[in-house]
């Protein structure tokens, strides 16, 4: 025997349902371009940040919890997601191949690039956190270089109230 379940009953978990999942989501950062502004250098053992400082822009997606973004250090798409509080996200990127200069001099052929972000939303157009980026060379010692900051992510120059 086949029991109908009811109108009403289907309605209350539609209800229940769709509650659930806007408690989550959307997350209040907002999609679109960042500018990365450095803060606080934790690290650069080849002076990396003075090399890519004009690229630091980020371009970010977001679809439920997950982030990509496209970097603009070796043309790099990062992908994450947003943790539990759906305040914070974390992404990671990784291109192989690399031709590119390092100390201003050294021309390296770099096994990997590697980046990792860690950020907090401060409000729907700003976000501060962690970048670390990496260059791996197997065969060359000098090429081999980290680099660690301190950033805000300003989307449009506009960064949220009561924030210089």
Same mark, same amino acid.
């Not at 209350?12 to 408690?23: D, P, R, W």
């Not at 679809?63 to 990671?92: C, K, P, W």
């Not at 990792?116 to 939303?121: E, F, L």
């Given at each position: 025997?086949?029991?109908?379940?009811? =109108?009403? &009953?289907?309605?209350? *978990?539609?209800?229940?349902?769709?509650?659930?999942?806007?408690?989550?989501?959307?997350?209040?950062? $907002?999609?679109?371009?960042?500018?990365?502004?450095?803060?606080? =250098?934790? &690290?650069?053992?080849?002076?990396?940040?003075?090399?890519?400082?004009? $690229?630091?822009?980020?371009?970010?997606?977001?679809?439920? /919890?997950?982030? &990509?973004?496209?970097?603009?250090?070796?043309?790099?798409?990062?992908?994450?997601?947003?943790?539990?509080?759906?305040?914070?996200?974390?992404?990671?990127?990784?291109?192989?191949?690399?031709?590119?200069?390092?100390?201003?001099? $050294?021309?390296?052929?770099?096994?990997?690039?590697?980046?990792?972000?860690?950020?907090?939303?401060?409000?729907?157009?700003?976000?501060?956190?962690?970048?670390? *980026?990496?260059?791996?060379? /197997?065969?060359?010692?000098?090429?081999?270089?980290? *680099?660690?900051?301190?950033?805000?992510?300003?989307?449009?120059?506009?960064?949220?109230?009561?924030?210089?």
């Amino acid at each position: 025997m086949v029991r109908a379940v009811s =109108t009403l &009953r289907r309605l209350c *978990l539609t209800a229940l349902l769709s509650s659930t999942l806007a408690g989550c989501l959307p997350y209040s950062q $907002n999609e679109g371009e960042y500018e990365i502004i450095p803060l606080e =250098t934790l &690290r650069d053992d080849c002076g990396l940040l003075e090399q890519i400082r004009g $690229n630091l822009q980020l371009s970010l997606q977001i679809s439920g /919890r997950v982030v &990509r973004a496209d970097f603009g250090v070796q043309n790099m798409q990062l992908l994450g997601y947003f943790l539990e509080d759906g305040e914070a996200f974390t992404a990671d990127g990784s291109v192989a191949n690399v031709s590119t200069t390092v100390d201003g001099a $050294n021309e390296c052929l770099l096994d990997q690039v590697r980046v990792h972000v860690d950020a907090s939303t401060r409000c729907a157009t700003e976000f501060q956190g962690q970048l670390r *980026l990496t260059y791996d060379a /197997r065969n060359n010692a000098a090429c081999t270089c980290e *680099l660690w900051f301190r950033f805000d992510g300003v989307q449009g120059n506009t960064r949220c109230a009561g924030n210089p």
